[in-house]
């Protein structure tokens, strides 16, 4: 427990918890029930739940660290820490707990997606609980949070949570029948370095490139507030020579804000003395770029990992989002390609957007489909039931006479979306000059062909940042970009 709070000062008397031990919270079920917090050097610490009972005694630092045996989900039930004062709750549920963290798409809120007056009408769900992690940044990993405290799903608490938890949570809910607790940790136009740990940053010398683009980064901020300055003491002085002078349009650089490792400190460090049974993560906008797309597969996965570690989980469910469709640079398909690398790590599932992206909008309003497809992908993933959770998945591609012949996994009924003929397949043949192929279904394989190349070679699928793919399996669901050949 070293280190999970500041050393205690003398006096510090009442006990104290971690802003998300709180009223209203979700245990993890089937989990150590983990309790942590501060006290006076060498006080007598008990915890009581659920008919267990269990007490601690702290050391000079005042921290103190109880687990209490795992059960299964419930509620509302009490639970009372006592030492020198006592604190009650009486309205704490055991259910699956779920951290919803990312940039601006998992940002979202509610309020703000289509039909969200309707969806806010029926979003009472008392057996779920949301909690808010308010923006932070930090140099060191802190011992607590700022939050908003837990609260109940309503419609005006939903009003402005993230959509795309919400709509997951919300069909977990439904198929699980048990408490649901989702944790909002997220920050609009963020790169995932900001959330991954300095020592994972630092243990991977690929992964340098980080540190000189942030210091790039932040030499052209300090220049950027120089020049801010120098413009508000012109201001300042043409206003004390009665002059009229031009209001200052700068403002400030909120990248500073989000340095290697400052919000994993802040906002993610905190909860993961909290068990949770997964994760879902929606990003990669902000490392889209083109001096940054190459290195984001290798800290995408090292972002996972470190997260897995320092939940003490090594199989932690992570499920992601790939970008969906939105008129931009070349390098969106790139990074949709990192995205789908990191599935070969294991207990990783990934939702497919391309078909519910906005080709003008960068933020997309269809996140009942995303929350959806990621909830299938829990179910399958984290929950091992038997069903389809996936779309298409390119395994491999080979040529065959005048033709490419592309194997799938995740591809029965293979077919095209609302029918029609397939759109979006494009061959090449050695010049890799790609145009566009017809293809047609055999099975779980696809064949594709163009009169214009009669020795293909490679392939690929819905290769645009706005493609216009229409792939699916049997179920409905779309097939991720790909190509055979890098």
């Not at 779920?128 to 109940?152: H, I, K």
């Not at 789908?340 to 497919?352: C, I």
Request: contains cysteine; aromatic residues 10%.
């Amino acid at each position: 427990m070293a280190g999970l709070f500041l050393p205690a000062a003398p006096g510090w008397a009442a006990v104290r918890l971690p802003a998300v031990l709180a009223e209203h919270m979700v245990f993890q079920q089937n989990q150590p029930v983990h309790l942590w917090g501060l006290a006076d050097p060498q006080e007598k610490v008990t915890v009581s739940f659920r008919g267990h009972t269990a007490s601690a005694v702290t050391g000079d630092s005042g921290t103190w660290s109880i687990y209490l045996p795992p059960g299964s989900a419930g509620g509302p039930f009490s639970l009372t820490v006592s030492g020198s004062n006592t604190i009650e709750f009486r309205d704490v549920m055991v259910g699956e707990v779920w951290v919803a963290s990312g940039q601006s798409n998992m940002e979202l809120a509610t309020r703000d997606v289509m039909n969200a007056a309707k969806e806010l009408e029926t979003a009472t769900h008392p057996q779920m609980r949301l909690f808010v992690v308010e923006r932070n940044v930090s140099g060191y990993p802190r011992e607590d949070l700022a939050a908003t405290g837990w609260q109940a799903a309503t419609p005006e608490t939903v009003r402005d949570f993230s959509a795309v938890a919400y709509f997951f949570g919300r069909h977990l809910l439904e198929k699980l029948d048990v408490p649901i607790g989702l944790i909002d940790s997220t920050w609009g136009g963020t790169p995932a370095e900001a959330w991954t740990s300095m020592r994972a940053l630092g243990s991977d010398a690929g992964l340098m490139p980080v540190f000189s683009s942030w210091a790039t980064t932040a030499a052209s901020f300090a220049s950027a507030e120089r020049q801010r300055e120098m413009a508000e003491e012109e201001y300042e002085r043409e206003k004390q020579e009665g002059k009229d002078p031009k209001p200052l349009p700068w403002t400030p650089n909120q990248r500073l804000s989000w340095s290697p490792a400052g919000l994993f400190n802040a906002m993610i460090a905190p909860l993961t003395h909290f068990p949770i049974r997964g994760v879902i993560w929606y990003q990669g906008e902000s490392n889209a770029g083109a001096d940054r797309v190459e290195l984001y597969g290798r800290l995408f996965r090292t972002l996972i990992e470190d997260w897995r570690r320092d939940w003490a989980e090594p199989d932690l469910p992570f499920l992601f989002v790939q970008l969906a469709s939105f008129k931009s640079t070349d390098d969106w398909p790139l990074l949709r390609e990192k995205q789908t690398e990191a599935l070969s790590l294991r207990n990783t599932g990934m939702a497919v957007t391309i078909d519910i992206g906005d080709p003008d909008n960068i933020h997309p309003k269809d996140k009942q489909d995303v929350g959806l497809r990621l909830a299938l992908a829990a179910r399958g993933i984290a929950y091992g039931e038997h069903i389809e959770y996936s779309g298409p998945r390119f395994r491999s591609a080979a040529p065959e006479g005048a033709s490419m012949v592309v194997c799938l996994d995740h591809a029965n009924g293979l077919a095209a979306a609302k029918r029609g003929p397939l759109e979006g397949f494009e061959v090449a043949g050695a010049d890799e000059k790609y145009v566009a192929a017809s293809a047609v279904v055999e099975g779980t394989t696809l064949r594709l062909s163009s009169p214009s190349v009669s020795r293909p070679m490679f392939a690929r699928y819905a290769w645009a940042s706005a493609p216009e793919g229409n792939l699916v399996n049997g179920d409905g669901l779309p097939a991720s970009p790909f190509r055979s050949s890098h």
